[in-house]
Structure formats: structure tokens, C-alpha cells
Nanobody, 122 residues
Framework: QVQLVESGGGLVQAGGSLRLSCAAS????????MGWFRQAPGKEREFVAG????????YYADSVKGRFTISRDNAKNTVNLQMNSLKPEDTAIYYC???????????????WGQGTQVTVSS
């Protein structure tokens, strides 16, 4: 089992940047594919970015390609999401998630963090 804690959210102006981090407990972090998801008010939770267990595969939602970068450090049990050129439509609660099997872009992840709020003002 793994526990996930997100940090780094906040309020930023459009065009600005934020870096989200997700710290995972446990000694088997490298056995999990990791994903970032977001949920805006009144909308369904959606996939943002994902990275495979060793970082060899990375997926992005079309809406964030070229602006967001996901990375992981298995030695530090962390996964990060660097968000640049932020837009008001990026406003949402961002969640970190872990999956014991291969990387996917659906919501079928085994463990979820509590989320961190990102607000982008226009």
C-alpha cells in the first residue's frame, strides 16, 4: 500500500508557472505507475499526465501537451508536475495517483492523494 501527499498548489496569474509535487510513502514506489489528474468544479475528473514505473513511458492529455512536464525520482519517492504557461481553464484540484500495473490514462488507479488546489486568474 502507498500513501500519497500532494503539494505545490496555489494561485497564479495566467501565463505563470507552478510545480506540483507528490510524495509517496513506502519502499516500493518504483513498482507503481504514477499519474496526475484534475477535477474542475462541476466537471469530471480527468487525466493530465502519467509516467511509467521507470519513467520510460510518458503520456499527456492533449490540453496540456507542450506546457506540462511530468517527472519522477524513484530514489526520493516523488513525482512532479511542472506546469508552465498556465491558463484559467487549468484551474482545478490536482490529484496524484498510483497504479500497480502498467501506465494507463483512465481513472483506474489504485491509490489517490487528497489533492491540491490550483487556481489560475485571468
Amino acid at each position: 500500500q502507498v500513501q500519497l501527499v500532494e503539494s505545490g498548489g496555489g494561485l497564479v496569474q495566467a501565463g505563470g508557472s507552478l510545480r506540483l509535487s507528490c510524495a509517496a510513502s513506502g519502499r516500493t514506489f518504483s513498482s507503481y505507475a504514477m499519474g496526475w489528474f484534475r477535477q474542475a468544479p462541476g466537471k469530471e475528473r480527468e487525466f493530465v499526465a502519467g509516467i511509467s514505473r521507470r519513467g520510460s513511458s510518458i503520456y499527456y492529455a492533449d490540453s496540456v501537451k507542450g506546457r506540462f512536464t511530468i517527472s519522477r525520482d524513484n530514489a526520493k519517492n516523488t513525482v512532479n508536475l511542472q506546469m508552465n504557461s498556465l491558463k484559467p481553464e487549468d484551474t482545478a484540484i490536482y490529484y496524484c495517483a498510483a497504479r500497480t500495473m502498467v501506465l494507463v490514462t483512465t481513472l483506474s488507479y489504485d491509490y489517490w492523494g487528497q489533492g491540491t488546489q490550483v487556481t489560475v486568474s485571468s
